[in-house]
């Protein structure tokens, strides 16, 4: 099933169900508290209203949202309930999940970089974490800050939904609920220039430092969505095809598969110092860019426009770019 949370005119923000090829959107909560009216067993269930709760809440709502699901995907269901299912196009659609306990992001997970890099004998996956205000829906403004060359990173990201620690590697995939589309968006030039200090140590040698506390989180830098689309209807994580395009420019384009560490490590690898729980994301990495683009010339704030993720299965993000003078 694909999921989204939408409001819709001047409504509450409510969990929707994709139906008629993603072109409309069946308010769950509505359309199963008139299925279940007569059912006093199922009627005393009252539907979440957050993505968040509703993953947290286990089989529960799933069962409901199948219940309804079977009733809306034909016409006498559509005509029966068209008060409480909304055009896809006519709907804010907020991010499937804006509240996250744990937001972790993999860097320097595609081969193409991994490969050349110079790297300790033994290493371990590197990741860094996001604030939750950095998360916006899928047709949100972006924000882009005045420090230079700042650029989209279209990544797939999944979303926890069975609790979990030291999760063994053959388990992994289990704890996941759903993926959805990601925008890293970075502010590239930032860590170049000022987010940097190279320690000078007692005995001569040289560290250099770098944190990703701000270059990757200003508020806006993570659109996602619209969808958070179950396992079972999702593409295999490590499968997965993504796209980005700046306006009507092709700028990245790739393949989960060609990332260095798949799906279930990075479950199994997080949750050993993590205690995954429903909702946690995991953004699983990028890809490269289109030439003749590099990931050093896509510069949001100086062409504007819009900026599009997609990720065949899980649906597009298109997000228009405000760039803010002074903002750094």
Avoid at 116 to 122: H, I, M
Avoid at 162 to 170: A, C
Avoid at 283 to 291: F, I, K
């Amino acid at each position: 099933m694909k999921f989204c949370q939408f409001r819709h005119e001047s409504g509450s923000r409510r969990i929707g169900l994709a139906c008629q090829n993603d072109k409309r959107i069946a308010d769950l909560g509505a359309i199963y508290k008139q299925l279940t009216a007569s059912d006093n067993e199922l009627a005393a269930y009252e539907f979440p209203v957050s993505m968040k709760a509703m993953i947290e809440e286990g089989d529960k709502p799933l069962n409901a949202a199948l219940i309804v699901a079977a009733t809306v995907e034909g016409d006498e269901g559509q005509a029966k309930f068209s008060g409480d299912i909304v055009e896809f196009d006519d709907t804010h659609i907020h991010p499937p999940i804006d509240d996250p306990q744990k937001f972790f992001a993999i860097a320097i997970n595609r081969h193409g970089g991994w490969d050349s890099a110079d790297k300790p004998d033994n290493p371990n996956t590197t990741y860094f974490v996001k604030l939750s205000s950095t998360i916006v829906g899928p047709r949100d403004t972006v924000r882009i800050p005045d420090a230079g060359q700042v650029g989209p990173e279209i990544e797939l990201a999944i979303v926890i939904g069975k609790p979990g620690r030291d999760i063994p590697l053959e388990d992994a995939l289990d704890h996941i609920f759903g993926l959805m589309t990601h925008n890293d968006i970075t502010a590239h030039e930032m860590r170049r220039t000022t987010e940097w200090i190279r320690m000078n140590r007692a005995d001569g040698s040289q560290e250099h430092l770098t944190y990703p506390g701000r270059y990757k989180n200003f508020d806006t830098f993570s659109p996602m969505g619209p969808w958070l689309v179950t396992s079972d209807e999702a593409p295999h994580p490590d499968e997965a095809i993504l796209d980005a395009w700046l306006n009507k420019d092709h700028v990245q384009h790739g393949s989960t598969a060609d990332h260095v560490y798949k799906a279930a490590h990075l479950i199994s690898y997080l949750s050993r110092a993590h205690a995954l729980v429903p909702g946690d994301i995991i953004s699983t990495g990028t890809v490269g860019p289109v030439e003749p683009w590099t990931m050093a010339t896509i510069n949001l704030g100086e062409v504007g426009g819009v900026i599009h993720s997609s990720i065949e299965g899980l649906g597009k993000t298109s997000n228009p770019i405000e760039f803010v003078p002074g903002l750094r």
